[in-house]
DNA sequence: CCAATGACGTGAACAAATTCACAACGTTCC
DNA sequence: GGAACGTTGTGAATTTGTTCACGTCATTGG
């Protein structure tokens, strides 16, 4: 089966939630369970499952540990990739300490950014090099994921950059959105534009959605 | 028209595209222009913008002020919103900075942190304040949205205090999915996650869809 | 003035995502 | 051992989102 964006994220997610802010001491745990710690229906919970390839059992539900390494399997987690943040302004920096430790397959390795000041140099634990020197650090380190974290004028250009270097995915946290060719893994992450939904719906004129939660029947 | 999450979010990319990224000289633009600006189809642009209520003209475009203006009426861009931002770890810190002026009608007011060494004092030019006085400050400056900065463990019950003190639309972006009451506005920004989907699709085995962009005939 | 152009608006088709509803089946209890 | 229970897995229905395809219309050029 193909595994759309959507359940990959939620599957992320739920993994995440299993592992590290989920009692110990439980070894099981229902659809519906998940379901009210995720905000979502246990029927969504079980289909994403589906895809996983393991089966819950009826009454006893899913055994968590055998659950999250049916997850690690499909996201392939056991592949380490090295990460660049590219522009290390503030959400830069702070992407650095954030993302740290977060999980161990995606290790920051390099960063990047113009402003001669902040190269050549560790920031938060990462190395800092000039964006001269971005295509051979990144095939020196065999880096295939990039942040990009610069201003939105530079967005475009920079990507273009980072693509010609073999770069494979790129996270986009500036607040323009940036073109890409075919083959290259693309995440948008704009905090403006999603701050101004929730702007939107805090209007009286509108009744919020958003994230519904449904018992099963 | 109900306006979708989905189309709300891509027009506020359009609007911001073309306010602050868009020559200036150019007074009209077409659908398939902005289409191969956002990496869209331009059925997809006229679908989204047939929502607003305002109509271009065959063989012209659209007005670019006189959409920006209609999108503007949609998101109600004429009131002032006073946002929160609670945990000033690095993540509420670089957020400060980084909103700062971006959106007029977006306004950081107040910062929250428990940590005695941050609060009662401005950082990044945002007064900090401990998160005893939350509740008082919430109220006093009439803050309904709060951008969630603080760790996974906390983020739940930092949450609960605010809906209690009247917070009507929170962003998370603590790596926990956190529960809000219906009413309240919840935009969940998992960095991690979109991380980990972006390696996912850098992974040899998947190829990558995302953002397509398509001509329209 | 009229035909050709080329972009718009939109009904209809299509695709993706979610929910419903229920059969199947371990488990528990009597 | 057998009936009752409660949860799973999944086909079908529904809802939501996207694309297609074409009629319409303002403009341009002959």
Known sequence: MNISNKVLGR???????????FPKEKTHIFSHELAAMMGLSASQIRRDLM???????????????????YINEILDASKLHHVAIVGAGNLGRALMTFL?????????VAAFDEDPSKSNRMINGVPCHSMDAAEEIL???????????????????????????????I???????????VGVALEEIDVTSALERVAFFTN????????????DR
């Open 11 to 21: 599957l992320t997610r739920y993994r995440a939630l299993l592992t590290e802010y």
């Open 51 to 69: 895809c996983l390839g393991y089966y819950g059992v009826p009454r006893y539900g899913y055994e968590i540990s055998e659950l999250v390494k």
């Open 100 to 108: 740290e430790s977060r999980r161990a397959t995606l290790k920051i």
């Open 139 to 169: 095939r020196r380190e065999d880096i295939r994921i990039a942040i990009l974290c610069v201003p939105g004028s530079e967005a475009q250009r920079v990507t273009d950059r980072l693509v010609r270097a073999g770069v494979k995915g």
């Open 171 to 181: 996270m986009n946290f500036a607040p323009v959105p940036i073109r890409i060719p």
């Open 204 to 215: 009286n004129r509108a009744n919020a959605p958003k994230e519904r939660r449904h018992a």
